[in-house]
Nanobody
Framework: QVTVVESGGGQVQPGESLRLSCEVS????????VTWYRQAPGEERELVAR?????????YAESVKGRFTASIRGNPVNAAYLQMNSLKAADTAVYIC??????????????WGQGIQVTVSP
């Protein structure tokens, strides 16, 4: 079992920055990937960024490339971060952290945080 808790959200003005944190606890040795999603009102959930814990490889949605940076801390991972720069109103959403695990049998599970609100408004 893994527990995921997000923090760091809030309201900022366009062009400003925020750093989201995702604390990961429990069976963290089984975590191989942390993904950040977001969901705006009336919209489908969107993958924003993901990072693989072993090699540090990252992927980003086109809409955030060059502005957002995903990172992790610890081996095994115990936290993940999403640095968001040059924020736009279109980035307003609930941001959700998801830790993916794989056990020795190859069974995979996903553990989701509750989500945290990010609002970008003048």
């Amino acid at each position: 079992q893994v527990t995921v808790v997000e923090s760091g959200g809030g309201q900022v003005q366009p062009g400003e920055s925020l750093r989201l944190s995702c604390e990961v606890s429990g069976d963290t040795a089984s975590v191989f990937r942390v993904t950040w999603y977001r969901q705006a009102p009336g919209e489908e959930r969107e993958l924003v960024a993901r990072i693989f814990s072993v090699c540090g490889t990252t992927d980003y949605a086109e809409s955030v490339k060059g502005r957002f940076t995903a990172s992790i801390r610890g081996n095994p991972v115990n936290a993940a971060y999403l640095q968001m720069n040059s924020l736009k109103a279109a980035d307003t959403a609930v941001y959700i952290c998801c830790a993916a695990t794989s056990d020795t049998a190859g069974t995979r599970n996903s553990y989701w945080g509750q989500g945290i609100q990010v609002t970008v408004s003048p």
